[in-house]
């Protein structure tokens, strides 16, 4: 039996109480009915008007000359990474939970045959100049080893701020060494607010910035990826390689400056103070943390918990509100409901684990399908309406 999406109840297609991701942000009336009057050019060939809006608008908040609208955040991470190499032998060095070395699919082996540097930061929040310079691997001719080439940070990763300071001082040492240094910014809005950081300074420190639109900015799809012309008209090549140049994708773009024209700084505040709140409430409740929630995530430390994590995602759907695991994400859909709904289900979990601890010693995973409503054959997973925790 197939379930259509449409047949499964409101409430299981709803963004409100959809801690999931902030990847579940959906287009609002208002979003779509600016989109209406959006042109309809070819953007392969740059005739549209929209799109080349959202591009300018993005790379000018970025202070970058250029920008390149992608369908996808792993596009344009995939094809910045690609384009600030030229001749293997190489590596990348980034953090070991990158979403460009653990979610990408190992893009950068397969298009940019790329070796990767994964580094665990010795402070267990962020990478360091020590971390890199202990990790990196020198272009110093030594035939054995494939210089470090580019490096790429994630901000925020796991909901965490990078330090201003700690950044300038690796662009410092990037500069010094001819190092490129790229930004995975599916969260760079989110830093911007929380650190009180224009994306303007972060993109004086960055050669490129990957600005994710489909996160907590709200728009349905894409990303922005800036730089200075050259690099982007480099990056347009491979995009169009990788079969990544979009049409008549004004509508699309129109979508998204709806959301950046409008007052998306509020709109993160929002879930960031959600966020904070549970944050507090799982401190309150003796309930470990893997990260300080400085913005929109909460990650409970499972491990350390002993807490289940297939128990808590049917916790959860027992007060309707949708989890994949540990991380708690909130976006401005969120309603105030779901955040009072969620404490009862992380705390039911919390007491459950006491009696019944989970030795949790397979990889943390985000992506678990049990957590969906529908599996991958479009069938509906029955037995999480039949939970019994
Ligand atoms: C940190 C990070 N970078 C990049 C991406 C990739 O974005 P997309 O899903 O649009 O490919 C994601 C997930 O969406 C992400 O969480
Ligand atoms: C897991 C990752 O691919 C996705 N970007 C998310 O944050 O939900």
């Known amino acids: ?60 908040l970025a202070g970058k000359e250029s920008g390149l609208f992608c369908v996808s955040g792993t596009l344009s991470n995939q094809i910045a990474l690609r ?47 020590e971390d890199i310079k202990s990790h990196y691997i020198p272009d110093d001719g030594d035939i054995h080893g494939a210089p470090t080439k580019v490096i790429s940070l994630e901000n925020t990763l796991h909901g965490i701020v990078y330090p201003l300071k700690e950044l300038i001082r690796i662009k410092g040492w990037c500069l010094e060494n001819g190092i490129k240094l790229h930004c995975d910014g599916a969260r760079i809005w989110n830093a911007a607010i929380a650190a009180d950081v224009p994306l303007k300074q972060y993109g004086e420190i960055f050669d490129s910035i990957s600005i994710c639109l489909s996160k907590s900015i709200g728009a349905p799809m894409g990303s922005v990826l800036v730089g ?39 709109r993160l505040a929002y879930s960031h103070r959600l966020a904070a709140n549970l944050a507090a409430f799982c401190k309150a409740n003796g309930i470990p943390l893997e990260s300080p929630a400085d913005t929109n995530f909460v990650f409970i430390d499972l491990r350390k918990a002993m807490m289940d994590p297939d128990v808590l995602v049917k916790k959860g759907l027992k007060y309707n509100v949708k989890l994949m695991g540990g991380r708690v994400s909130f976006h401005y ?57």
């Open 333 to 389: 859909q969120v309603s105030e409901e779901t955040l009072e709904k969620v404490k009862l289900a992380i705390l039911e979990t919390f007491q459950y684990a006491k009696e019944h601890p989970f030795d949790q010693n397979g990889p943390t995973q985000i992506y678990r399908s049990e957590s969906t409503e529908i599996d991958i054959h479009g069938n509906a997973i029955q037995e999480i309406k039949t939970y019994k925790y």
């Open 1 to 60: 039996m197939t379930t259509e999406v449409m047949d499964l109840p409101p409430e299981y297609v709803s963004p409100a109480n959809d801690l999931r991701s902030d990847t579940f942000t959906t287009p609002t009336p208002e979003m779509i009915k600016y989109a209406l009057s959006a042109s309809c050019g070819d953007a392969v060939y740059g005739e549209d008007i929209d799109t080349a809006r959202l591009e300018k608008t993005v790379a000018k």
């Open 228 to 266: 200075d012309l050259k690099f982007i008209k480099r990056c347009n090549h491979i995009r169009k390689q990788q079969g990544g140049g979009i049409r008549q994708s004004g509508i699309m773009a129109k979508m998204a400056l709806y959301n950046i024209n409008t007052d998306w700084k509020a």
């Open 83 to 129: 384009c600030h190499l030229f001749q293997p032998p190489y590596t990348i060095l980034c953090d070991y939970r990158a979403h460009v070395y653990t979610h990408e699919a190992a893009g950068l082996a397969i298009l940019s045959q790329a070796m990767v540097v994964p580094v665990i930061p010795s402070n267990g929040n962020y990478m360091t100049l």
